[in-house]
């Protein structure tokens, strides 16, 4: 006999509602396509800037970035001029949707990017196989992640779930590990569910997120040793994810609310190249003119030791087309180290040139981190980032080194806009920025619960080339890192008691999922949250007063 159960959210990390809404349309996601029939269906977007993280903390906490001052993982340290990992979002100043009632009986399930809360009652368990994961393997109870691990498995996926491009085993290899740790999630699912009455049960499908970045169609990346690899499999990748929801509906009674949803979703890769290789480079040549680090003609360039030995490697291929070392420069690093030699070189007007991945400890694969011993001497630097381009100014007063004066901050912003703007596709001429936003209104003082980059570079959707032009150069082809990259393109189907079938709900967005599940649950909605519920749910007469944020535990498992 199925158990009454108020409400079941079920996150589809990444699963891109074009994608979704052309296979519902075709068919071929019969689950989603029933419980679409069956209940209310909602277009939303994301808020911008947008990276995975800040997706993250604005679905759980119903805030923006602004409101709740968290950006990213990787922070900028204006005093040392480098960068810190700072983790997902704490949760101490604004507790998760799902943490906000100590009267709810809750049940979280691997839930990417959650902490456990020693508030709340129910059971977490966390780290199982989340595609991004602050727990580290932890629950409440704390034995409950071992049992659960002991009985059903542990996700082969979890913490290896990437690929190289240029190797179809890798590819292969990850897509088999995501089916294994579906069918594990499923029976880990099915056994919770079935543990106590739960108000709420929260549960989350990392494997779209984390294969549809290597497992997505793309017009440079068709073929894996002479054989199409990526639409096949994520076409599968999406039917076992619809198959395996089916199955978990099945364990519910017609009493349930069931509430899915993805707040971003994902496309032909457009940003790594751009982001992580072309605007570092780009700063490097606007800050130091006639000078090159990453080489602009590849035709030049051997095969990399590693390519050679039939490695794959994504890092030592960017690495392989910088300009290498004179003697002497090599000379002063290995006499003096990274800073000395950096100030030597500037002193006496040689280099520069990038420095080894490995010597730094944050970000290394990060080509945007190579540059970072010259960020105090450059005008403005690219910053490390998964998604939209990041540049910081480097402001005299504000950053170390201080090359900008404040009050030519808006000049060099302006001129930095109109360069990024020129640059082209070589193949069709076409831009590759789109936009630039500046994230500062202020420059003295500068406003402070903002990113730490001044302007937020977004790329053209049309742009597939892996390689880019402008007034200081042209650099590439490079290799992709990734097949897909994210989109702020997500969606929610609402379906159970009171909902009108098949009826289509005013588009929205991240921000309203979590007043969207409290409505669900007729809990109140904080004033804090900035979103709003997209469904007029009926019999609002029960509600349970809601208690304040309460902090977080670091029990472990």
């Known amino acids: 006999m199925h158990r009454k159960r108020s409400v079941v959210a079920i996150w589809l990390d990444s699963a891109d509602r074009a994608t979704v809404e052309e296979m519902i349309a075709s068919g071929k996601l019969p689950n989603l396509k029933q419980l679409r029939s069956s209940g209310a269906y909602a277009r939303l977007q994301n808020v911008e800037p947008m990276l995975s993280e800040t997706a993250y903390s604005t679905l759980m906490t119903g805030c923006s970035s602004a409101t709740i001052n968290y950006w990213s993982w990787l922070h900028y340290d204006a005093e040392s001029c480098s960068m810190r990992s700072i983790g997902g979002y ?21 839930v990417p990017k959650a902490v456990l809360r020693d508030d709340l009652r129910g059971i977490q368990v966390l780290g199982w196989g989340a595609h991004s994961d602050s727990a580290g393997g932890r629950s409440m109870p704390g034995e409950l992640l071992c049992e659960l691990e002991d009985l059903y498995g542990k996700s082969p996926a979890h913490r290896r779930d990437h690929a190289d491009l240029g190797d179809a085993r890798s ?24 543990r106590d009455k739960w108000d709420l049960f929260f549960t989350a499908f990392s494997e779209l997120h984390a294969g549809t970045h290597f497992i997505w169609p793309h017009p440079d990346l068709d073929r894996r040793d002479g054989f199409p690899i990526n639409s096949e499999l994520q076409i599968k990748l999406y039917q076992t994810v619809d198959a395996q929801l089916g199955e978990l509906l099945k364990e519910l009674d017609e009493a349930t609310t069931v509430i899915v949803f993805s707040v971003e979703g994902m496309t032909s890769n457009r940003r790594d190249l751009p982001a992580m290789v072309f605007l570092p480079e780009l700063m490097f040549r606007y800050s130091f003119p006639g000078k090159i680090a990453l080489e602009s003609d590849p035709a030049r360039l051997t095969p990399s030791p590693e390519s050679q030995a039939g490695i794959s490697n994504w890092v030592m291929e960017i690495w392989n087309h910088r300009v290498r070392t004179g003697k002497f420069s090599s000379f002063l690093r290995e006499k003096l180290g990274t800073i000395n030699s950096v100030l030597i070189e500037r002193m006496l007007g040689v280099g520069p040139t990038l420095f080894q991945p490995e010597l730094f400890t944050v970000a290394n694969f990060q080509p945007a981190v190579w540059y970072s011993p010259y960020w105090p001497y450059m005008k403005a630097f690219a910053l490390p980032t998964f998604s939209d381009g990041y540049i910081r100014v480097n402001v005299r007063g504000r950053d170390k ?3 900008v004066a404040p009050g030519e901050y808006y000049q060099v912003c302006s001129e930095i806009e109109e360069l990024l703007h020129d640059l082209k596709d070589p193949a069709t001429g076409a831009p590759i920025v789109s936009r630039v936003m500046r994230t500062r209104r202020s420059v003295e003082p500068f406003e402070q619960n903002c990113p730490c980059a001044d302007l937020i570079v977004f790329f053209s959707e049309s742009v597939r080339n892996s390689t880019f032009s402008s007034r200081l150069g042209k650099l590439g082809p490079m290799p992709y890192l990734m097949a897909g990259s994210h989109n702020t393109d997500g969606f929610m189907i609402v379906a159970g008691p009171g909902v009108a079938q098949g009826s289509t709900l005013n588009d929205g967005c991240a921000l309203d999922v979590a007043p969207t599940i409290l409505d669900a649950l007729k809990l109140p909605i904080p004033e804090h949250m900035e979103g709003k519920s997209l469904i007029d749910f009926q019999d609002r007469s029960v509600r349970v007063q809601a208690t304040s944020s309460a902090p977080v535990t670091n029990q472990s498992r």
């Open 171 to 194: 590819i292969l290899a990850l897509w088999e590990n995501l089916q294994t740790s579906l069918e594990r999630r499923l029976t880990i699912n099915r056994d919770l569910l079935r």
């Open 401 to 403: 080194g201080g090359v």
């Open 90 to 110: 704490d949760f101490r100043e604004f507790a998760p949707f799902y943490a906000l009632s100590n009267d709810v009986n809750v049940c979280v399930f691997d």
